[in-house]
């Protein structure tokens, strides 16, 4: 990611962190421990609003509006 990248890290809960990094180049998720294979339903909420601040701020960066499809 550039310099004008922003990053932080979020708890997901007392098992999972996820540090986004989020640029003009788009966003990157680093998961500790590794990203497990299944989140719970209150772990996934708080990664989508952790997503949602990140892209938030990059779309305030950048001037324009960003898209996100989950598969």
């Excluded at 997901?12 to 680093?30: K, N, Q, W």
């Excluded at 949602?52 to 509006?65: F, I, K, P, S, V």
Aim: net charge positive; glycine share 8%; charged share 30%.
């Amino acid at each position: 990611m550039s310099e004008a990248a922003a990053r932080k890290t979020f708890r997901l809960s007392g098992r999972v962190a996820v540090e986004i990094t989020a640029g003009p180049g788009g966003i990157v998720c680093e998961w500790d421990p590794a990203m497990p294979e299944r989140l719970t339903a209150k772990e996934m909420r708080a990664y989508r609003l952790a997503r949602h601040e990140m892209l938030t701020r990059l779309a305030e960066r950048l001037g324009g509006a960003v898209l996100v499809v989950e598969v």
